[in-house]
């Protein structure tokens, strides 16, 4: 008896056994899987509902247009006018100004933002100013600083390179530069000078015409 019994329980599967490790093999196959597998809590449901809602609104709602750019600051008309402002207000010492002058100063500011600025007249066909009377009618009548460097400049370059003077040289002179001063203080110096206004108009002046 005791050898078949021992046969039986050899050869016959064990029920508990089985059951046994089937749940085992349930129970590692899910730890495998991960937290995947296991039941959302309520929050966690809360939340993905959120995020598609959310989702869903990004892709409904249309684009918002671009918005249009701020015209640009004019920075120098604002120093201008802050400038222009103190020099007023300093005109008087330290007297500050009535609520009259203050009215009067903020009125006129006002006036010279609304004025428009005409930068080319496109209607307009420049034309040459006659010099009448040898009188120079387009800016100063004498040369400024920047025409006397120029032209003292250029004429000292034509010396350096050979041209001849148009003086006798002075025993003072030691460079073409010296040369060229003279010249130009006799105004014997060839050159004629274009000053252009804002419109295009513009006159040529003989070097001879200026003021000394």
Known sequence: MSEVNESEMIGSPNTNSADSSY?????EASSATGVADAPATAGEKEEGAAAMGAADDNAAAPAAPPAEPEPDENIGLNRALE?????????????????EEKEALEKKLDEIRGREVVEKVADHEPVEIPCENQKVTVGPPTLTRFE????????????????????????????????????LEQRVIPITIRRVLPNGDHQNIPISYFEK
Do not use: N, V
Request: net charge positive; proline share 9%.
């Open 83 to 99: 400038s222009y402002r103190k020099m007023i207000e300093k005109k008087d010492g330290d007297t500050p100004l009535t609520e």
């Open 148 to 183: 006397k460097a120029r032209i003292m400049g250029a004429r000292a370059l034509q010396l350096s390179q050979g041209a001849p003077p148009f003086i006798p040289i002075p025993k003072t002179a030691r460079t073409s530069l010296d040369i060229s001063m003279e010249e």
């Open 23 to 27: 749940k085992k093999g349930e129970e």
